[in-house]
């Protein structure tokens, strides 16, 4: 089993929709979790920030941690064709490297 | 502003040459990271520093070096490029905390 499970899409949605995006992982020490957002030839950008578990929200993002359940989600409300990107999560335990999964490929048509 | 930048962007190299990726940050930090992203493989650790005259490897390590001799650099070497190592490579640095920030990317064709 992989330490972080992340399915690959491709994921295509219709302008407006509300996408969920989601990783499971097996390490229980993972404590820091992050989305990055990476635009075709482009390098990764950090979008979201968590520590721990909880929601935080930043304009249409959404970041979900469930450390019960080894769960993370990020939501994008009111899509845009701007966010088609792929989407990848990545998490820590604290110094160590992060563990990054294999990314989403999202696709939002207007 | 502070920036993390690599060079050369695009790169062909033939098999069995030498060739060296270059990585420059800004930001002071004493974290950095290469890693490699093939398509379905996502992104590979391959080495890593957390100072200077620190390095450790990473997921994929083998045929590459990387060494520390400066806050700034971690340049990337490929011994003996292989068709292999054809991929998109990115550099990415962090400070306290666990957040990385990546470079551009260097794209290298090995032939």
């Known amino acids: 089993q992989k330490e972080v499970e992340q399915d690959p899409g491709p994921l295509s949605v219709p302008e407006g929709a509300i996408v969920s995006l989601n990783c499971t992982y097996s390490?229980?020490?993972?404590?820091?979790f992050m989305w990055y957002r990476q635009y075709s030839r482009k390098g990764p950008e950090l979008l979201m920030y968590t520590y721990s578990s909880g929601n935080k929200e930043d304009g249409r993002f959404t970041a979900q941690v469930d450390k019960s359940s080894k769960y993370i989600s990020l939501f994008i409300r009111d899509s845009q064709p701007s966010d088609s990107a792929t989407y990848l999560c990545?998490?820590?335990?604290?110094?160590?490297?992060?563990?990054f999964g294999k990314g989403t490929r999202l696709s939002v048509i207007a | 502003d502070a920036e993390i930048t690599q060079s050369p962007r695009h790169k062909i190299t033939e098999t069995g040459r030498q060739v060296t990726l270059a990585c420059h940050q800004t930001?002071?930090?004493?974290?950095m990271f290469w890693y490699r992203q093939d398509l379905g493989h996502g992104l590979r650790l391959i080495h890593y520093?957390?100072?200077?005259?620190?390095?450790n490897k990473g997921e994929v390590s083998d045929g590459y070096s990387v060494s520390r001799s400066n806050t700034e650099d971690l340049p990337l070497t490929l011994e003996s490029a292989a068709s292999s190592q054809t991929s998109v490579y990115f550099c990415?640095?962090?400070?306290?905390?666990?957040?990385?920030?990546f470079g551009p990317g260097t794209r290298l064709t090995v032939l």
């Open positions: 390490n229980s020490a993972f404590q820091y």
């Open positions: 930001w002071n930090h004493n974290n």
């Open positions: 990545a998490m820590s335990a604290g110094n160590t490297p992060l563990v």
């Open positions: 990415a640095s962090s400070g306290p905390g666990e957040t990385q920030y």
């Open positions: 520093s957390y100072g200077v005259q620190d390095t």
